[in-house]
């Protein structure tokens, strides 16, 4: 009977890791091809240079997965009119949705904080 509590603790250190795996949130970068390397390199899942519809099926998938996700994207993606980006904006929750400027040129971010931050201080730097 020595082994019983080494099993136990196995049983219990196994349903630690099975719980902790359930639990992970999953990290996706959407857009382009110039950052998508950087943010693969990190541990990201990346979607180079998607079309509209991939973005609307990558959002899709987490919607139906019930994953908990961290996705960055990129402005493009941001303006890409996909329905369930869209849906996933709205409900908030379990998938986080940030946008980021492109490498070069002007920055034009689209999300709630920006439009509140317009709004407050008159800024018209939105295309």
């Known amino acids: 009977m020595v082994d019983a509590p080494d099993s136990t603790a196995d049983k219990t250190r196994a ?5 902790a795996e359930q639990q992970a ?9 110039s950052l998508a390397d950087g ?4 541990g990201f899942e990346t979607h180079a240079n998607p079309s ?6 990558v959002f899709r998938q987490l919607r139906q997965s019930r994953d908990k996700a961290f996705v960055i994207v990129d402005e ?3 303006r890409s009119g996909a329905a369930n980006l869209a849906r996933v904006r709205r409900e908030g ?8 400027p492109p490498l070069a ?3 034009q971010l689209e999300s709630e ?12 730097t939105r295309g």
Not at 25 to 33: E, N
Not at 93 to 100: E, F, L, S, Y
């Open 113 to 124: 904080v920006a439009d509140r931050l317009r709004a407050m201080f008159g800024s018209s």
């Open 52 to 57: 509209p519809q991939d973005v609307d099926q």
């Open 76 to 78: 493009d993606v941001m």
């Open 105 to 107: 040129g002007p920055v």
């Open 39 to 42: 943010f693969r390199l990190i």
């Open 93 to 100: 929750g379990r998938i986080v949705v940030i946008a980021i």
């Open 25 to 33: 949130t999953r990290m996706l970068f959407l857009g382009a091809d």
């Open 15 to 19: 349903n630690a890791q099975a719980a």
